[in-house]
């Protein structure tokens, strides 16, 4: 959008993190083209009529992964044990009884509960297409709208991520709950999804949901759909190790190095879990600059196994972070999981500082969405931005200057304060100014689609 300067609102941040440290009263001006239009350091006190945010205000938290339905799965699949594969019966008999009215219902209050802990942008890997047994709505793209339409009633931007699911593994037709996610083909799913626009709020990209539901004949077409748009192209990756054998058997190559093959890795490129990965795999990642994004808590939520973060981001791969299934919806503890989770498997603790950890859950989480200008706390960036409470029984005591450790190592989603999207105050106080009573909606719309 055109950069206009008007100022229309001042915001006084008490402590702001600024990339590499945190700054102490800072005021930032907001245009009436929702950017940041001026960042003033060294304002002891709030300039007159400037909105004044008390704790440590961030970039807002990018949210790289999402299924917005799964959040109706929260505590049900907790039960007793399991594995993936059992875990996704039930996601699978959640998904049946999804139509738009309803989708767009959960969506817009799973939407809400992510404004409430600071994410002000969401990439929703969207599978779920059509009525049950495949059959297209009037308008093809009914579920799809419903999701961008719901960001927008809950006040944050997304990218819509259509998802070409085509079959049920290498060479198996879709079963009876898949035939809602496929559209036969490739070149089926491109013409549909060419139909779906970019908004204000909203951009299109595109997923292919894994190798084992696109066939290798068929991924380039995805790929250079994505390619044609300069749009955002995610794939699940080495999830299991089941899908890492399958690969093997039928086409005597990893999951990453067909997708190398068919020329689906690159810097527009997100590799989702990237779990069970091999050294080759590792290097071809990191030398096409593929991105990675983790989503520990459902990967341990799932028992999928501690991905290789590390030596990712030092083969040349960004990291992003994203809450999956929704077991928890926190990007901050999706953060803190990344470094913990590999002290664990290593040993030996400080992979990441926390900078950097802030980094993936801001800045780099927007890149891998296409939001290229939203994620940092400077002049001409979008204006959106969260603020951390600093006075929490999580947070108290903790030192201004070290925000960032506080906010990584110690703060919660229950610790946002107040969340700005293009400059609009949609969480204040700790509450959603656009949606009364989240907790409620949540409860009711989860309620109607269990039946």
């Not at 799973?110 to 495949?134: D, K, R």
């Not at 990675?292 to 999928?304: G, I, K, S, V």
Request: contains cysteine; hydrophobic residues 45%; glycine residues 10%.
């Amino acid at each position: 959008m055109r950069f206009k300067g008007h100022v229309l609102k001042t915001y006084w941040l008490e402590h702001a993190w600024l990339g590499t440290h945190v700054e102490p009263g800072v005021a930032l001006d907001v245009a009436d083209d929702g950017r940041i239009s001026a960042l003033r350091t060294g304002a002891e006190t709030p300039p007159p009529g400037a909105e004044v945010l008390r704790g440590l205000t961030v970039p807002g938290l990018a949210n790289a992964h999402s299924h917005a339905f799964h959040r109706a799965l929260r505590s049900t699949v907790q039960v007793g044990s399991g594995t993936f594969w059992t875990w996704r019966d039930f996601m699978y008999k959640v998904a049946q009884n999804l139509t738009p009215d309803s989708y767009f219902a959960l969506a817009r209050a799973v939407y809400a509960e992510m404004a409430l802990a600071g994410i002000t942008a969401v990439g929703e890997f969207h599978y779920v297409h059509h009525a049950p047994g495949g059959v297209p709505y009037a308008d093809p793209n009914a579920m799809g709208e419903a999701l961008i339409a719901a960001a927008a009633e809950a006040g944050i931007r997304i990218t819509l991520l259509d998802t070409a699911y085509l079959s049920a593994g290498f060479g198996e037709a879709p079963n009876p709950h898949q035939l809602r996610f496929s559209d036969g083909t490739a070149d089926a799913w491109a013409e549909r999804a060419s139909a779906l626009k970019p908004r204000e709020h909203a951009l299109i990209g595109a997923a292919i949901h894994s190798v084992r539901a696109v066939p290798a004949d068929q991924l380039a077409t995805v790929a250079a759909w994505a390619s044609e748009r300069r749009a955002p192209l995610h794939v699940h990756l080495s999830e299991q190790t089941a899908e890492n054998d399958a690969c093997l058997a039928a086409h005597g190559l990893t999951p990453t190095q067909l997708l190398a093959e068919h020329g689906v890795l690159g810097p527009r490129t997100t590799g989702v879990h990237n779990t069970h990965l091999t050294d080759a795999d590792i290097a071809l990642l990191g030398s096409t600059t593929t991105g990675t994004c983790m989503c520990p808590t459902t990967e341990r939520d799932l028992a999928d196994g501690i991905g290789p973060a590390v030596r990712l981001q030092r083969a040349g791969s960004p990291l992003s972070l994203g809450s999956d299934s929704h077991a928890v919806i926190d990007l901050l503890e999706e953060a803190r999981a990344m470094e913990l989770n590999e002290r664990l498997s290593s040993r030996t603790r400080g992979h990441w500082t926390a900078n950097a950890l802030l980094t993936a859950a801001t800045e780099d989480g927007h890149a891998a969405l296409g939001w290229s200008e939203a994620g940092r706390l400077e002049a001409g960036a979008l204006a959106d931005f969260t603020t951390i409470a600093l006075d929490s029984v999580r947070t108290a005591g903790a030192l201004p200057r070290l925000g960032a450790e506080t906010a990584v190592f110690a703060a919660s989603a229950a610790d946002v304060r107040h969340t700005v999207v293009g400059g609009r105050h949609i969480v204040r106080d700790g509450s959603h100014t656009l949606i009364e009573d989240v907790p409620s909606t949540l409860a009711a719309t989860i309620a109607a689609l269990r039946g």
